[in-house]
């Protein structure tokens, strides 16, 4: 097998996340360093970088902060690409064999998560209290809404949020809680798709579980075990003194410490421009998850979730003996390397285990559990998940014969991508300065260039015009093009529902991804049917 070449030493000490390069490309590949370091050199690599800003260096480039997303440079040696999906000819299933019939377009994207029916296998989030889920919620929950899909609101909101009206330690009102919940929940048809609220340390602190339950009526509240940030606990990035000192004052961890005077005079002279705002991992035990999951079911909650990053494998096997013993309805499991923009650059390129290993390990614990008649919860996939081939291939690679495991995979950055770059070009489109190859090619008005804009009005009637352009791009994204694809691919496999879709379906097309995921290799795959075939 020729494995593939790693150069992840060059990024050592320049990355684009951090805004750091060096002056000559042919660097050490050891350090990362150039070969001759001089001083009369005015680039910043990332060595000159941090002894000029210190732990700023640490993170996605903080000028981008509330309008970037960040993700992982390295490469992780095994990816949804080392799969093949297997295409087929002779019959078809979950369907009539009739060609009339038998057409893409038919194949049913319908499936349910945690009790909880989704048009396609997708969840959006968590999109917590950083700023760039904030300014682009309304295209992100309205999208979410007309799509049919789940939108998970993240940790922090409610303590981020300024106007939010807390006594004796609790929340009584949340004004940012209760917009984001709305905003999904106004062209939400109640039956496909649910807006979740997630909670972590400081949120259960701050009763957000029971107010969400209580006073937004929210079905489905998600616990998140300290994965924040990679691990270390949500961060978010404050420009504001004032607010720094609230958030301090609230119990978050908040550096440099806005209460002492020579940080104060510091921000104020410019030598920093921004905060960082920390929150404390959860430390969980089976005993106290049980009882809090009960507790929850208590409030009100309709669905109980549960989100962890991509952990070792014994905290995988944890998790999911827990989660079984809770019954809790569903478990993200999210595998490195991606963020909303403030995780650490290095905790995402060299921390945690990437997807298609943290799956493997998952299935594994699934089956363990299956075959001893124990539950298992339904299965959400998180981690790089961008496209409709690797939704195939996680929801596949689950199904060992009885259903697939993975019922759904959840994206962040993509949908983020989306949202973004339609607001962008509306806001182009506005001002008359559209690139000329975009404009010549698609049009310059957004009732031409979002091409869902036929769909949209035709389901939405007079409302379509409350619906953002953001969301018409999301949409596009998700049901045009996401879901058209899985339909096609699902289609030359010949499998008409998701349910149907298994491990058969796919081939290795490397040694490693064969080991770790019992997927067999192209010349292994059906070896023994190609001579009874013949016989």
Partial sequence: MTERVLRNSSYLNSKSTSGTTTRVRDVSPTSGMCPICIKNCPVLCEISLSAFRGREALYPDPTQYGTSTAG??????LDWSDFNIQSSLLGVEGISPDSDVAMFPNVSLETEVGGVPLRMPVVIGAYGSTEVARLNWEGLAIGAALAGIIITIGENVVGMDPEAHIAMGKVAES??????????REFW??????VVVQTNVEDQRLGIDSYAISKLEVNVIERKWGQGAKAIGGETRLFDLDRALMLKKRGYLVFPDPEE????EAFRDG????????????IPNEKNFVEDIEWLREQGAKKVFLKTGAYKPSVVAFTMKVASEAHIDAVTFDGAGGGTGMSPVSMMDEMSTPTVYLQAQVLKCAEILRKKGRYVPDIIMAGGFISETQILKSIAMSNFGNGPYVKAILMARAPLTAVMKSAYFVELSKKEQLPKAFSDRYGSDPEKFFISTMELKRQNGNRF???PWTAVGLYGFLHDRVGVGLQQLMAGARKWSLDL???KDLVSLTERVAKVTGIPLVEEAEADLMERMLD
Avoid: C, N, T
């Avoid at 004004?175 to 999904?184: C, G, S, T």
């Avoid at 005077?261 to 104060?264: D, F, H, I, Q």
């Avoid at 030598?271 to 959860?282: A, L, T």
């Fill in 501 to 503: 879709l298994d491990r």
């Fill in 72 to 77: 992982a440079l390295k490469d992780f040696q």
């Fill in 261 to 264: 005077k020579s940080v104060r």
């Fill in 465 to 467: 015009s409350r619906v």
């Fill in 271 to 282: 030598v920093f421009k921004s905060f960082e705002r920390h929150s404390r991992v959860g």
């Fill in 175 to 184: 004004k940012e809680l209760k917009r984001r919940v709305d905003a999904f």
């Fill in 189 to 194: 048809d109640e039956k496909y798709g649910e």
